[in-house]
């Protein structure tokens, strides 16, 4: 058990309203991680943290944003939703302090834009 | 850029016989690989690794892997499956890169059905 909890685990909320979506580790890892779910494309990185207030734009970053104010939390904000940002979302964290890039994700938040 | 094809989008293997899930990578050096396994509903468990060394890495579960260097592949097997195997299986690749942070760059995934 990796000690990654996301919250929540489902929501549906209406186009154009703002969503915020929280990982919680209690494992004190650096590296924290976002990722999307969709058919027919595997996971796809949205943004990462190598540290507190320390971020990076991912693959898919567009119409996202994140903070991350305490090791322990990573937060995902939507600022506007769209029916594109449909999806199951998770979050990951780096699993030992190599550079192996192992990485441990959590159980996933299932967000559906309406 | 690194990438990763899983060439079948579903499996159908019957319960115990042998399966094998194909994973191809594009990356300009020995990449770190990986297997994850979705069960429906669930987040990805860590099935198995490769970073260095044996080219046969073995997991959890009774699984497998082979890195082929030559193919650029990084297949994963198992001699006998259990209904309870039926998943998605994922491959990802990750960076070689001391100290980085990028993330995992996955396959589209392989849908693995059991047959009674």
């Known amino acids: 058990d990796a000690g990654i909890t996301q919250s929540p685990r489902h929501k549906v909320t209406e186009t154009g309203t703002p969503v915020t979506l929280r990982c919680h580790q209690t494992?004190?890892?650096?590296?924290m991680y976002w990722y999307r779910q969709d058919p027919g494309h595997g996971l796809r990185l949205i943004h990462y943290?190598?540290?507190?207030?320390?971020?990076d734009k991912g693959e898919v970053s567009d119409g996202y944003s994140v903070s991350r104010s305490k090791t322990e939390d990573f937060l995902l904000t939507l600022e506007s939703a769209t029916s594109s940002q449909t999806s199951v979302y998770f979050c990951?964290?780096?699993?030992?302090?190599?550079?192996?890039?192992?990485?441990?994700f959590g159980p996933g938040t299932r967000l559906t834009v309406l | 850029a690194q990438s990763v094809t899983q060439p079948d989008i579903h499996i159908t293997v019957s319960e115990g016989a042998s399966l094998e899930l194909r994973c191809n990578y594009s990356?300009?050096?020995?990449?770190?690989l990986f297997w994850y396994v979705q069960s429906p509903g669930q987040g990805l468990q860590l099935l198995l690794k490769?970073?260095?060394?044996?080219?046969l890495v073995q997991g959890i579960k009774g699984f497998e892997a082979e890195f082929k260097r030559s193919q650029s592949s990084f297949n994963l097997r198992k001699p006998s499956v259990h209904w309870s195997d039926a998943a998605e299986y994922f491959c990802?690749?990750?960076?070689?890169?001391?100290?980085?942070?990028?993330?995992?760059?996955f396959g589209k995934g392989t849908h693995l059905i059991i047959q009674p």
């Open positions: 990951a964290i780096r699993g030992t302090p190599s550079s192996y890039n192992e990485q441990f």
């Open positions: 494992e004190n890892h650096r590296y």
């Open positions: 943290s190598y540290g507190v207030k320390d971020t």
């Open positions: 990356y300009g050096a020995t990449p770190y």
């Open positions: 490769y970073f260095s060394g044996d080219t």
């Open positions: 990802a690749v990750g960076e070689v890169n001391g100290g980085g942070a990028d993330g995992l760059t």
